[in-house]
T-cell receptor
Framework: EAQVTQNPRYLITVTGKKLTVTCSQNMNHEYMSWYRQDPGLGLRQIYYSMNVEVTDKGDVPEGYKVSRKEKRNFPLILESPSPNQTSLYFC?????????????FGPGTRLTVL | AQSVTQLDSQVPVFEEAPVELRCNYSSSVSVYLFWYVQYPNQGLQLLLKYLSGSTLVKGINGFEAEFNKSQTSFHLRKPSVHISDTAEYFCAVSEWGAQKLVFGQGTRLTINP
């Protein structure tokens, strides 16, 4: 089944404790992206990747890191989480970075930073 | 830079009634337009998209949307809603040649029996 998976689905942590949210897709997509969803703000892009070893900042990259060492995986790293990073995070992928492509979303990771 | 405004944060309707969810966008260049749906506790999935051609786009689950270039709008409609349509709906825009998808704030559709 074609899908985007994320782990963990739920995470409660404390300020300053490094964490990684994994994202994997099995569709051989070149383009992958991370979003955060906050009430009243919709989804905002954190980082995106056009292909292996090619990443770039989105609209809200501060406090986040990403890497793309393999085509299928695109982990999101919070090296020193803070309470303002409490949010619902989505990973997405699409065939290419072409603006008309459909993006396929993972189920989401709900992160709480105390 | 492009932006998207969804004019209603919440829309309550009765079952089997028609519904329209409004979306306006701003961009200085040509765009692609999307509607995504998010059911409770799930990720987003594509309802429909406009790339070019006919301005009336039909999607899944009986939804359709009309692209109006002069009014920079892409409103979503369904003639008769069901309880299962309860979800949050997001309008999104992407400029031609760009990789970035910009989302609106979302509209929560609540169906009352």
């Amino acid at each position: 089944e074609a899908q985007v998976t994320q782990n963990p689905r739920y995470l409660i942590t404390v300020t300053g404790k490094k964490l990684t949210v994994t994202c994997s897709q099995n569709m051989n997509h070149e383009y992958m992206s991370w979003y955060r969803q906050d009430p009243g703000l919709g989804l905002r892009q954190i980082y995106y990747s056009m292909n292996v070893e090619v990443t770039d900042k989105g609209d809200v990259p501060e406090g986040y890191k990403v890497s793309r060492k393999e085509k299928r995986n695109f982990p999101l790293i919070l090296e020193s989480p803070s309470p303002n990073q409490t949010s619902l995070y989505f990973c997405a992928s699409s065939f290419s970075g072409s603006g008309g492509d459909t993006q396929y979303f993972g189920p989401g990771t709900r992160l709480t930073v105390l | 830079a492009q932006s998207v405004t969804q004019l209603d944060s919440q829309v309550p309707v009765f079952e089997e009634a028609p519904v329209e969810l409004r979306c306006n966008y701003s961009s200085s260049v040509s765009v692609y337009l999307f509607w995504y749906v998010q059911y409770p506790n799930q990720g987003l999935q594509l309802l429909l998209k406009y790339l070019s051609g006919s301005t009336l786009v039909k999607g899944i689950n009986g939804f359709e949307a009309e692209f109006n270039k002069s009014q920079t709008s892409f409103h979503l409609r369904k003639p008769s809603v069901h309880i299962s349509d309860t979800a949050e709906y997001f309008c999104a825009v992407s400029e031609w040649g760009a990789q970035k998808l910009v989302f609106g704030q979302g509209t929560r559709l609540t169906i009352n029996p």
